[in-house]
T-cell receptor
């Protein structure tokens, strides 16, 4: 049973380029979360998606960042016109349902490390 | 709103000594509690979780944590650490709100096991 798959694991982009990070949730999971981890900081929530819907994007920067989770295929986190401050580890997580009283655990991928030069 | 505080950013401990990593949380509603471990350049791996029931939770790699509702704490413990336990540990709280799990992480505690 494959876990949450993220690619690429490492990505280098020049300032002004676009970065696309992909996440395939665990089999049977339809809920996807994206988190960002800046150096020496904890994980910060960015966005929560279900298939074809963005449910909560309260942690997403207002500009240049977008996320999608299409009916078919992986979830994509897209960063346009990257700047040095975007350098971070981006983690995707998935869960089988929205949780509730069962307290479903969310499972993390190995992360994608973005370096902007 | 909910928040998590991990007071110790770094904890050095000698090999085979016991360790406790502290975690306090605040929330106006019932929450679920988790500890994750992150090895260098890797993702987060679930160590253990508290959902309900017994307040003493046992996890992988010999770790355990105790939920203390009155003190709003969920400290992580291990009676004897190994070199391989050197990693960063994150405490997290989760609550069901607005139709999904909202998970908030602490800033992490780096455990350094000294030979």
């Amino acid at each position: 049973n494959a876990g949450v798959m993220q690619n690429p694991r490492h990505l280098v982009r020049r300032r002004g380029q676009e970065a696309r990070l992909r996440c395939s949730p665990m089999k049977g999971h339809s809920h996807v979360y994206w988190y960002r981890q800046l150096p020496e900081e904890g994980l910060k929530f960015m966005v929560y998606l279900q298939k074809e819907n963005i449910i909560d994007e309260s942690g997403m920067p207002k500009e240049r960042f977008s996320a999608e989770f299409p009916k078919e295929g992986p979830s994509i986190l897209r960063i346009q016109q990257v700047v040095r401050g975007d350098s971070a580890a981006y983690f995707c997580a998935s869960s089988p349902s929205a949780g509730g009283s069962s307290g479903n655990t969310i499972y993390f991928g190995e992360g994608s490390w973005l370096t902007v030069v | 709103a909910q928040s998590v505080t991990q007071l110790d950013s770094q904890v050095p401990v000698f090999e085979e000594a016991p360790v406790e990593l502290r975690c306090n949380y605040s929330s106006s509603v019932s929450v679920y509690l988790f500890w994750y471990v992150q090895y260098p350049n890797q993702g987060l791996q679930l160590l253990l979780k508290y959902l309900s029931g017994s307040t003493l939770v046992k996890g992988i790699n010999g770790f355990e944590a105790e939920f203390n509702k009155s003190q709003t704490s969920f400290h992580l413990r291990k009676p004897s650490v190994h070199i391989s336990d050197t990693a960063e540990y994150f405490c997290a709280v989760s609550r069901y709100s607005g139709g999904y799990q909202k998970v908030t992480f602490g800033t992490g505690t780096k455990l350094q096991v000294i030979p």
